[in-house]
């Protein structure tokens, strides 16, 4: 999970076990197990998704209550963990993707998300098909209209705060909110009654990566059982839901899944990132009228004013004269004076 989340939050005493012991079935009681969920699957009407920090670890995302995770070494007084790459670059892992095909094949009706690294719907999960329980950290939200934006950027503030920007919808103009809960906030109603309405309808949730310690959430999954469904569990420490559980797998979740896809025949497709950005492009002639000034701004898609983490570089050429080139490097602005040609091309470099 984000350690800029994790340091936002409110402090508390209790935040459940941590430290919890790994463990991992023996390899050929793994490969009965993945057999099992695999024909479980396949014969699901209504399939439920329920995840937390274990489906993102992978991504270089760390996550709270493993032996190394953020909760586990703060109660040490030990240092947090580093992440292996900014919290915005990271990408979905295999277990994300494997979940967007099953969706599409009909097979996944709604995901149900205790984490907030947006990385479900940066895979293609449909909105209408995700339920965010916690919030999410590239998500700001119109207290007014309603309306959501999905950033590039990670939003700078938690616990349902108002941010630096405004809707866009035509006469809303509303101050946006953050959508992270803190501690003591409520989940939204908006997330929790179609997460509870799937998990009722549901034959199967199947709950991957959480200690399911965290209430209310953690109690979503056993509504199925109510309605004859069954639980299943894909995680590497014990659970406090493990006996309400049909079948409980101790693995890694990538291996997991990458086994029971392999089983369905399916194939997993690699994530492809897409980032938005605008270029704006002015001219002006000089005071003199001898030459024409050009202003060239690369901006987010979201506003003049976002954020653009994701750009390292700007690489500018003209098309008459390969001798004028510029380039901003790490953000630092740069001049060009008393040229006046055909712009050939910008180029950015991620």
Same mark, same amino acid.
């Given at each position: ?5 994790? %340091? ?13 012991? %790994? ?77 967007? =095909? ?44 309603? %309306? ?42 908006? =997330?929790?009654?179609?997460? =509870? ?154």
């Amino acid at each position: 999970m984000s350690l800029g989340y994790a %340091e936002k939050l409110s402090y508390i005493e209790d935040v459940g076990n941590v430290g919890m012991v %790994e463990y991992f079935d023996p390899s050929h009681v793994l490969r009965e197990k993945i057999d099992q969920l695999a024909i479980m699957i396949k014969k699901s009407k209504h399939l439920v998704v329920f995840t937390g920090a274990g489906i993102s670890t992978s991504c270089g995302i760390p996550d709270f209550r493993g032996p190394k995770g953020i909760w586990t070494l703060q109660r040490e007084g030990k240092a947090l963990p580093e992440a292996s790459l900014p919290f915005h670059r990271a990408a979905p892992s295999m277990t994300h993707m494997a979940l967007v =095909e099953l969706e599409k094949a009909g097979i996944l009706k709604f995901v149900i998300s205790q984490n907030v690294d947006g990385l479900h719907l940066r895979s293609g999960i449909p909105r209408e098909k995700l339920a965010e329980l916690h919030g999410n950290s590239f998500m700001e939200t119109c207290p007014s209209c309603g %309306e959501e934006y999905f950033r590039d950027f990670e939003v700078e503030t938690i616990g349902l705060k108002e941010t630096s920007r405004r809707c866009s919808v035509a006469k809303c103009g509303t101050r946006l909110k953050d959508t992270v809960l803190d501690w003591e906030d409520a989940l939204p109603t908006k =997330e929790m009654n179609p997460a =509870e309405k799937h998990c009722k309808q549901a034959d199967i949730v199947l709950c991957l990566g959480t200690s399911l310690q965290i209430t209310p959430a953690c109690n979503l999954p056993l509504k199925a059982l109510r309605g004859g469904g069954k639980v299943v569990i894909v995680n590497l420490q014990k659970t406090p839901k493990d006996k309400k559980a049909s079948l409980v797998i101790h693995g890694f979740v990538d291996k997991v899944i990458a086994g029971v896809m392999d089983q369905l025949n399916m194939q997993i497709s690699p994530f492809v990132r897409i980032d938005l950005f605008q270029i704006i492009l002015v001219q002006a002639l000089s005071n003199d009228k001898r030459y024409v000034n050009w202003t060239l701004q690369v901006a987010s898609a979201h506003g003049q004013k976002a954020a653009l983490p994701f750009i390292k570089s700007v690489e500018i050429s003209f098309l008459d004269r390969e001798d004028y080139k510029a380039a901003i490097l790490d953000k630092q602005p740069f001049r060009l004076k008393r040229f006046s040609h055909t712009m050939q091309h910008v180029s950015l470099c991620h």
